[in-house]
């Protein structure tokens, strides 16, 4: 298994440029999350998917769109990039909510926006 | 919403020795998870521990136990015989029951550990 895997590692997008982050896992996780990280801030929940077809906000989901048509992707969709959204973002998926279940998490990918 | 908060923003120990990372939260659940992440510089986040708010008794891995408190609603991390490779960032985290592991983390507990 590859595990959680996110493209690209390192992302350079000038003010206003859209773009999609990818995320996909092989593992036949239900559970699908993104997280940004921002120095001193810990990460922060902006969307997640408990299934196919299924997606809800979380903490900070303003300048993102999220997606889950099949169980292995997850992608996040920056419509028109912001400086403020500078960030490493993590992707993270499960099985389920079982106490055996562990969340993993993607390499990260780190994007700077002029 | 709930929130988690560490308030310790660096920590040092010794090689050998024992250090407590604190933890709390807020929340109006009685059912949720707690977890401890460890972040070293590679970035990779590793799951260092999980308790459950409905076992009473407190989780242990190895050199790593916690200490949770559901009424004081705080949630430490104990590292015993400290490593060098114990060196990173570590989080708190809460997830609420049926949420798919959403996260709430804390800032952080970078953690130093010297020969």
């Known amino acids: 298994n590859a595990g959680v895997t996110q493209t690209p590692k390192f992302q350079v997008l000038k003010t206003g440029q859209s773009m999609t982050l990818q995320c996909a896992q092989d593992?036949?996780?239900?559970?699908m999350s993104w997280y940004r990280q921002d120095p001193g801030m810990g990460l922060r929940l902006i969307h997640y998917s408990v299934g196919a077809g299924i997606t809800d906000q979380g903490e900070v989901p303003n300048g993102y769109n999220v997606s889950r048509s099949t169980t292995e992707d997850f992608p996040l969709r920056l419509l028109s990039a912001a400086p403020s959204q500078t960030s490493v973002y993590f992707c993270?998926?499960?099985?389920?909510?079982?106490?055996?279940?562990?969340?993993?998490f993607g390499p990260g990918t780190r994007l700077t926006v002029l | 919403a709930q929130t988690v908060t560490q308030s310790q923003p660096e920590m040092s120990v010794q090689e050998a020795e024992t250090v407590t990372l604190s933890c709390t939260y807020d929340t109006s659940e009685s059912d949720y998870y707690l977890f401890w992440y460890k972040q070293p510089p590679s970035r990779q986040m590793i799951l260092v521990i999980r308790q459950e708010a409905y076992k009473q008794q407190n989780a242990t891995e190895n050199r790593f136990s916690v200490n949770f408190q559901k009424a004081a609603k705080s949630f430490s991390l104990k590292i015993s015989d400290s490593q060098l490779g114990d060196a990173a960032m570590y989080f708190c985290a809460y997830s609420p029951p049926n949420s798919g592991y959403a996260l709430n983390f804390g800032k952080g507990t970078s953690l130093l550990v010297t020969p």
């Open positions: 593992m036949n996780h239900e559970y």
């Open positions: 993270a998926s499960s099985y389920g909510w079982a106490s055996t279940d562990t969340q993993y």
